[in-house]
């Protein structure tokens, strides 16, 4: 449960950067997450490279594709919602058929970061969870505190609130967005790789990922990055505790009806800036 | 002698002019079936006929500035309510489609209720959300919907297996249907709905109900596109939820996007665009995504406002090319 809220939120978490910085909702992350898992599985499987430094350099890869991405695709289309939505479309259809053409459309697992069975008197966790966990954990922390605490976290934080006042400010937007927007596909690489390793990965998983990351950057707030953090665990929990009451499906359902109806009374999130429409 | 005002013809002649054009549009669309003989070929037609109904009604949606990214749902939503009302209550087809495209209409409505308080991006994502609430409550019913490996059993509209027979009704489904919605456009109402659009505080100053107006408008939109999934779900016989999802409104409005939002021809152009071209390119096989990439790309670099503005913008460049040639002559 905590697992998977970790790397939701990590997911949504680098949604949130981009969002924040630019005003542009990624449809494309999803299509990155998965990307970057089966980077990870090729350097992996195919040339049998450590499962951790594949991590690295697959993060690294899509990192370097987040500042391409905002410099060509992203950066002309600031404020415009229509061109911005189909931009997106067309990396995650570029990006998907890529993928489609080199790996097909089979699912694949990626070798576990560390094997073998934690036990602990009557528990027993697989340590690849607890490591998924414990890196998740960490660098959500590290986030936040980057976010908090440095001189360019507070920059993102000001051209989240108002870009025209940051530019005034000599906050120089378009290197910091370059830097967030490498930031967020990195956390989704990161996001993808240990997801690849802990369940399968296949060309939807993507997909299914967007979802809980838009969920969770939407209700945490549109300009906020605690509140995904918050949206996240209390998401998470749900996730988790809802289908042990009920089906799983029917779970699922009630909690994207829970979504709506919050969006209903509240649609800038818990924690978010009003956005002038 | 009286002098009588000078009639104004040019806007008689455009209308004409207009007619004309749709009328020879039609009459080719029927000659069609005579020259393309292959089934796999009409069935793309027909395919394109249905998602130009829904592109267009999502665009009598988009003229009042809501964006609705729940269209594909609510195609599903009457999609699914035809297909269950045909397999498990015995209905015909003359029944189950205007039924499930009014039901389509009826839920828009009474979810376009709540939502009509939104704005724009606020709008945009509850309607996301409801989109995808749809899918996964069409998945977490199996027993009634099939779940995700489908609904089947269906009964089809024509006896016939002819996809020519499927081919004029669909041409002339969406003739009327597009008169309907032109008509809707262009009409009192189309044109309240466009002031709410520009500015909905100037548009309740002169007094329209801006909630009153963008709920119709949904209505609308919902009815048609709710049409357009029943009669795909009699036409195809087997319902998948696939072909509902976030991915498929997605497209929908890349169809609008592409062909150009603000005219009405524009959806329709850009739905034909978006459907046919990449199945010129079908031999590319696992490439040919790229086509419809490609054309995204090129699309939103080079023409912000649509396919429908290329006229235009090629007439700009021609006559700024004119100019520049005029003054290296002068100097």
Redesign the interface.
């Known amino acids: 449960m905590l697992i998977a809220s970790s790397m939701y939120i990590l997911v949504a978490l680098g949604l949130a950067f981009i969002f924040n910085m630019l005003g542009i909702l990624n449809l494309a992350h999803g299509v990155i997450y998965m990307v970057a898992g089966y980077i990870t599985y090729m350097l992996a499987v195919k040339l049998g490279i450590s499962s951790w430094v594949a991590l690295v350099m697959s993060t690294a890869i899509m990192a370097l594709f987040g500042v391409f991405i905002e410099k060509f695709c992203f950066r002309p289309f600031v404020g415009n919602f229509n061109a911005a939505v189909t931009i997106c479309i067309a990396i995650t259809v570029v990006l998907q058929t890529t993928a489609n053409i080199l790996i097909g459309t089979s699912i694949v697992a990626i070798p576990a970061f560390m094997s073998g069975v934690f036990k602990a008197g009557p528990l027993s966790i697989f340590y690849d969870r607890i490591v998924t966990f414990v890196v998740g954990g960490i660098l959500v922390g590290v986030i936040m505190w980057f976010v908090h605490s440095t001189k360019a976290g507070q920059q993102m934080q000001a051209i989240a609130q108002n870009r025209e006042a940051a530019y005034l400010q000599g906050i120089n937007v378009h290197w910091v967005s370059g830097l967030a927007c490498a930031l967020g596909c990195g956390l989704a690489a990161v996001s993808g790789s240990l997801m690849g390793a802990l369940m399968n990965l296949g060309p939807f998983s993507g997909d299914y990922m967007m979802v809980k990351a838009l969920i969770l950057v939407i209700l945490g707030g549109l300009g906020s990055f605690g509140g995904v953090v918050i949206a996240g665990l209390v998401f998470g929990s749900l996730g988790a505790f809802l289908p042990v009451v009920m089906e799983p499906l029917i779970a699922e359902a009630v909690t994207v009806g829970v979504v709506v109806v919050l969006l209903l009374f509240r649609p800038q999130g818990f924690f978010g800036y009003e956005v002038e429409v | 002698m009286s002098e009588k005002p000078p009639s104004t013809p040019t806007i008689g002649r455009r209308k004409w002019t207009e007619l004309t054009i749709w009328v020879v549009v039609i009459v080719i669309l029927s000659l069609l079936p005579l020259f393309i003989k292959s089934p796999y070929h009409l069935h793309i037609i027909n395919m394109t006929f249905i998602y130009i109904i829904a592109t267009v009604s999502f665009r009598a949606i988009a003229i009042s500035g809501q964006?609705p990214l729940a269209h594909g749902a609510f195609m599903g939503i009457g999609a699914y309510l035809a297909g269950m009302a045909s397999k498990w209550l015995g209905w015909p087809p003359s029944l189950t489609i205007p039924l499930a495209a009014l039901a389509s209409a009826g839920i828009g409505m009474l979810i376009g209720y709540?939502?009509a308080?939104?704005?724009?991006?606020?709008y945009?994502?509850?309607t996301?959300?409801?989109g995808?609430?749809v899918t996964?409550?069409i998945?977490?019913?199996?027993h009634w919907t099939g779940?995700s490996t489908g609904l089947t059993g269906i009964e089809p509209l024509f006896a016939t297996a002819s996809k020519v027979t499927y081919f004029y009704f669909f041409l002339g489904l969406t003739v009327f249907s597009l008169a309907i919605l032109y008509r809707f456009e262009f009409s009192r109402i189309g044109t309240s709905l466009k002031a709410i659009a520009q500015s909905h505080m100037v548009a309740s100053s002169v007094g329209i109900n801006e909630g009153w107006y963008r709920i119709l408008a949904v209505g609308v939109g919902c009815f048609f596109v709710g049409l357009a999934g029943a009669a795909y779900t009699h036409y195809n016989m087997v319902l998948s939820y696939y072909t509902f999802n976030?991915?498929a409104t997605?497209?929908i409005?890349?169809y609008a996007?592409?062909g150009g939002?603000g005219s009405f021809a524009g959806p329709i152009i850009g739905t034909a665009i978006l459907v046919l071209i990449p199945e010129f390119f079908r031999d590319l096989k696992?490439?040919s995504?790229?086509i419809?990439?490609g054309i995204?790309?090129i699309?939103?670099?080079l023409m912000?406002q649509g396919l429908v503005s290329l006229p235009r913008l090629i007439r700009s460049w021609y006559t700024k090319r004119r100019k520049g040639e005029r003054i290296a002559h002068a100097s």
Do not use: D, E, N, Q
Request: proline share 9%; no cysteine.
């Open positions: 964006f709540p939502f308080r939104l704005r724009a991006l606020y945009a994502l509850g996301l959300f409801f995808i609430a996964t409550f998945v977490a019913f199996p779940g976030f991915m997605l497209w409005v890349m996007l592409i939002i696992m490439y995504p790229y419809s990439a995204l790309i699309v939103v670099y912000p």
